[in-house]
Nanobody, 127 residues
């Protein structure tokens, strides 16, 4: 089974930036071979998990939830088997556990299709 692992979380002041990484775990098949899409999700305190960004691993089609559009950028580096989430203009409401996930189905913005998950990385935005 291909596994994904997030990194790059931390504490940042409002208005600041962070870059999260999602990498296939050691010994795993490359995510861009195993998955049609890689997505970023978050779960804010007391709220349900929500999809915020997705990327088609074999193309250049990106998808964003309106809550992060214009502030977050998803990208990939196939050589490193890594997907990134560049987060800028961070707000207190961005505080959450962030997860990456994969799906073999098409429709990278169809959040319900993602079914392979990393363990998450915490992002805390201080206002």
């Amino acid at each position: 089974q291909v596994a994904l692992a997030e990194s790059g979380g931390g504490s940042v002041q409002a208005g600041g930036s962070l870059r999260l990484s999602c990498e296939a775990s050691s010994g795993s098949v490359a995510y861009w071979k195993a998955f049609t899409c890689i997505g970023w999700f978050r779960q804010r305190p007391g709220k349900e998990r929500e999809g915020i960004a997705g990327i088609f691993t074999l193309g250049h089609y990106d998808y964003y939830d309106r809550s992060v559009e214009g502030r977050f950028i998803i990208s990939q580096d196939a050589d490193k088997q890594t997907v990134y989430l560049e987060m800028s203009k961070l707000k207190s409401e961005d505080t959450a556990m962030y997860y990456c996930a994969g799906t073999e189905e098409h429709g990278c913005g169809a959040w319900h299709q993602y079914n392979i998950w990393g363990r998450g990385t915490q992002v805390t935005v201080n206002s």
